[in-house]
């Protein structure tokens, strides 16, 4: 196989590249930005940017959910989240800041968290969220666990969501669990009229099983962000985005070959921090990026300057710190749109995007699938 090394006599692992690894080749054409669409669909619901939101409260409310709809994105509420817990969610991140603020010790706002998320989901509650974003006009989406998608979803369809994220940290075709019925996600997806997309993923194989669920989009990694995941430390467990990204792409393909035609859209979660990373995820063959901690600098984010994932509450095996480097500077239009004083790439990530599109000469995000790459070194 391609790219093996031998890592000790008789083991042998296989070379992966992250998004900082690669680079865009240029092309020998270039067109103007404004001839440059970014417009992706998933099912019925047509987005004007490839961004859907990663399902943490820190960068989620029914407001912010609301206002990347109305920008041309797809936000996604948690609904095991603080919205679904609490009815004073201010409240509830008063106390998590509040914790950051009384100690350097990392381990306290997790603690808090864990708290916050043992008390039960309410169905009243995230449907009051789900309301708020349904009655904007905006299309409606929410994040359910593998573990809790039976119980919880013909709750969340009577409250009216559209698209139901189905995302754990590692996610495969049948959640066994010994304590009850397994997932058997091929089953659940078939007896619901609404998209799905689930995951995250690392691997071709996995992919490819989550396509033949019936799912309409496949998210590959787990929300990997430098300094706030764990999931490295904690299980030993890693996807080198660019290679799980592209391995995800090669698996659409033979789907499309195998089905005769039906397409399922990959979505990137992890290692997407800059507009650069934006590019490279798409060029590596994404359809669209799922974005966290890069939305947690816009002034509008619930979080107040703090991010952390889902992983952050988990009762027994947590795998996200609560980071506090988050500088709330710029409002979401800005962030998303520019225009940009900061030359980082960590504003203006959609309109660099169509920058670098028509840099290399393509119209659309199908086309611009096709760019050549490098890998550095």
Known sequence: MRDLVEIGMGRTARRAYELDDVEIIPSRRTRSSKDVSTAWQIDAYRFEIPLITHPTDAIVSPGTAVAVGELGGLGVLNAEGLWARHGDVEEALFRLVRAVEDTDDPAAPVKVLQELH????????????????????????????????????????????????????????EHVSRDGEPLNLKSFIADLDIPVIAGGVGDYRTAMHLMRTGAAGVI????????????????????????????????????????????VHVIADGGVLTSGHVAKAIACGADAVMLGEPLASAAEAPGQGLYWTAASAHPSVPRSHVSTGVDQVVDLRSLLFGPSVDPRGVTNLFGSLKRAMAKTGYSDLKEFQKVGLTIRG
Do not use: C, F, H, N
């Not at 787990?222 to 290679?243: C, F, K, R, S």
């Open 220 to 263: 590959v990694g787990y929300g990997y962000t430098p300094g706030v995941t764990t999931t490295d430390a904690v299980l030993g467990i890693g996807v080198p985005m660019a290679t799980a990204i592209a391995d995800a792409a090669a698996a659409r393909r033979d789907y499309l070959d195998e089905t005769g035609g039906r397409y």
């Open 118 to 173: 043992a008390a039960p989901v309410r169905m009243d509650l995230i449907a009051e969220a789900i309301k708020q974003v349904r009655e904007s006009g905006v299309t409606v989406a929410v994040r359910v666990s593998p573990q809790r998608a039976a119980e919880l979803t013909p709750d969340l369809l009577a409250a009216g969501v559209e698209i139901l994220v189905v995302q754990g940290t590692i996610i495969s075709a």
